[in-house]
């Protein structure tokens, strides 16, 4: 089945900075989902990618579908407290009986 | 609007003793239904998967077993539950019947510790 690798594992930033985290995958996809998860809660859909190209911003999130259809993206621009979390990338190929593919997370952590 | 219940949100059994987690789903008709496990501080794995009533296919052979008795309704089983049970489970959604390969909406989640 197809792999997901999702790049850094855990962050350490200081409120007020970027943060980008990235996934690849071994296949190509046809969607590409950002979820949140913070602590003892489900993940939350944050950003949904469907055209390779595509850039799409939630707030202060944007996602960008990887123009090999291997990869997405997504940065966080001046970090707050309540970014915390762990941020999931999520795929799906074209065939409708596929299952997404979950990436193992970004841990975010704000230093204070 | 579309909203799915799981309940309950913590558990904790001794090992041996038997295991139910139900969630519903409300506002949406004829759901792909979803449950997830999550290890402490790891990813996602998918243990069922439903595409209709009585329509259960098994993603990892384990001890747990679903079952879909109405529409908007998945509930998790297990008849002796292990310490390898031990876990955060998630039940989700997506919206048309038969693709599964769509964005997922999750449930808060259920705690389950066994003892």
């Known amino acids: 089945g197809q792999q997901l690798n999702q790049s850094p594992q855990s962050m350490f930033i200081q409120e007020g900075e970027d943060v980008s985290m990235n996934c690849t995958s071994s296949s190509i996809f046809n969607t590409w989902l950002w979820y949140k998860q913070d602590p003892g809660e489900g993940p939350v859909l944050l950003i949904a990618?469907?055209?390779?190209?595509e850039l799409t911003s939630n707030g202060r999130l944007t996602a960008q579908f990887g123009i090999t259809r291997k990869d997405s993206f997504l940065n966080i621009s001046a970090s707050i407290p309540s970014d915390v979390g762990i941020y999931f990338c999520?795929?799906?190929?074209?065939?409708?009986?596929?299952?997404?593919?979950f990436g193992t997370g970004t841990r975010l952590t704000i230093i204070p | 609007s579309q909203t799915i219940h799981q309940w309950p949100a913590t558990l904790v059994q001794p090992v041996g003793s038997p295991l139910s987690l139900e969630c519903t789903v409300e506002g949406t008709s004829n759901p792909n239904l979803y449950w997830y496990r999550q290890a402490a501080g790891r990813g996602l794995q998918l243990l069922f998967y439903?595409?209709?009533?009585?329509?259960i296919s098994s993603e990892v052979p384990q001890n747990l077993s679903a079952s879909r008795p109405q529409d908007r309704q998945f509930i998790l089983s297990s008849k002796k539950l292990l310490l390898s049970d031990s876990g955060f489970y998630l039940c989700a959604w997506s919206g048309t019947r038969g693709r599964t390969n769509e964005k997922l909406f999750f449930g808060s989640g259920t705690q389950l510790s066994v003892l």
């Open positions: 439903s595409v209709g009533i009585g329509q």
């Open positions: 990618l469907y055209k390779a190209g």
């Open positions: 999520a795929g799906a190929p074209r065939f409708g009986n596929e299952k997404l593919t």
